[in-house]
């Protein structure tokens, strides 16, 4: 049997016993089919992770016992921060966990011009509480104990208002950028990488992502998607600089 990872909205210490929610009780139970005294692993988010045992298990109700806490550090040294043109449907949704597991270190929603989703208010508050579900449960599989940070939707223009004189590399996605910028990336730890929704930018966001410091870029010879972009921009960026080889 494969290891069974949890995450603990709460703070973790060794010793304490833990009461998951209805919710997670039944996934316990239902899904997973775990029983009493049957040994997890748990993380909650800031670092390390703690094995766990199953000291009670109910319809609705599940208790775990921390018993050890363990050191496993499984982040990128390459802190990646995706700047994401917010898209429709389902798609916003795979680019949170397929980058969650490639190692992303912050997501920012952007809304541009040519977005067709626009959130504002109690919807995108939802909506971020959504993705921060994703996230988690991508951590859950892929081994991350360190939640990628997921911020507000925010207007591309005041996203890329705080770039602007600041030293950092920077890069967006253009098919009409330079093939080679991705091969001339200095190697350092920290990136943020920006990329449009599905109508992509419009010739006034072009320049104002370059006048940040943003660096058109285009990996390769196909116009991607924006689900798929993410996705090859950030392997190709870990297999590079990061910890993916």
């Given at each position: 049997?494969?290891?069974?990872?949890?995450?603990?909205?709460?703070?973790?210490?060794?010793?304490?016993?833990?009461?998951?929610?209805?919710?997670?009780?039944?996934?316990?139970s239902r899904?997973?089919?775990?029983?009493?005294g049957d040994?997890?692993?748990?993380?909650?988010?800031?670092?390390?992770?703690?094995?766990?045992?199953?000291?009670?298990?109910?319809?609705?109700?599940?208790?775990?016992?921390?018993?050890?806490?363990?050191?496993?550090?499984?982040?990128?040294?390459?802190?990646?921060?995706?700047?994401?043109?917010?898209?429709?449907?389902?798609?916003?949704?795979?680019?949170?966990?397929?980058?969650?597991?490639?190692?992303?270190?912050?997501?920012?929603?952007?809304?541009?011009?040519?977005?067709?989703?626009?959130?504002?208010?109690?919807?995108?508050?939802?909506?971020?509480?959504?993705?921060?579900?994703?996230?988690?449960?991508?951590?859950?599989?892929?081994?991350?104990?360190?939640?990628?940070?997921?911020?507000?939707?925010?207007?591309?223009?005041?996203?890329?208002?705080?770039?602007?004189?600041?030293?950092?590399?920077?890069?967006?996605?253009?098919?009409?950028?330079?093939?080679?910028?991705?091969?001339?990336?200095?190697?350092?730890?920290?990136?943020?990488?920006?990329?449009?929704?599905?109508?992509?930018?419009?010739?006034e966001e072009?320049?104002?992502?370059?006048?940040?410091?943003?660096?058109?870029?285009?990996?390769?010879?196909?116009?991607?998607?924006?689900?798929?972009?993410?996705?090859?921009?950030?392997?190709?960026?870990?297999?590079?600089?990061?910890?993916?080889?």
């Amino acid at each position: 049997m494969s290891t069974i990872r949890l995450y603990v909205d709460s703070p973790i210490v060794v010793g304490q016993t833990i009461a998951l929610d209805s919710g997670r009780a039944r996934y316990v139970s239902r899904v997973l089919r775990l029983r009493r005294g049957d040994q997890v692993v748990l993380f909650d988010g800031s670092g390390p992770e703690f094995h766990g045992t199953l000291v009670t298990l109910g319809k609705n109700a599940a208790d775990i016992d921390v018993t050890e806490e363990i050191s496993a550090n499984r982040e990128s040294p390459l802190r990646i921060h995706l700047l994401q043109g917010v898209s429709r449907g389902d798609r916003m949704d795979h680019v949170v966990q397929k980058t969650t597991e490639l190692g992303v270190a912050r997501i920012t929603p952007v809304l541009t011009e040519y977005s067709v989703v626009k959130l504002t208010g109690d919807r995108a508050a939802k909506r971020v509480h959504h993705w921060q579900g994703i996230a988690a449960s991508a951590c859950e599989q892929c081994g991350r104990n360190v939640l990628p940070v997921i911020g507000e939707p925010v207007a591309l223009r005041t996203a890329l208002g705080s770039f602007v004189g600041q030293p950092g590399t920077r890069i967006f996605l253009d098919p009409r950028g330079d093939a080679g910028s991705a091969e001339q990336l200095p190697e350092d730890n920290a990136l943020t990488l920006l990329i449009g929704p599905e109508g992509g930018f419009s010739a006034e966001e072009t320049e104002l992502a370059a006048a940040a410091g943003f660096a058109a870029t285009r990996f390769g010879p196909r116009v991607l998607r924006t689900e798929t972009a993410a996705v090859a921009a950030i392997a190709m960026l870990q297999s590079r600089f990061g910890d993916l080889s």
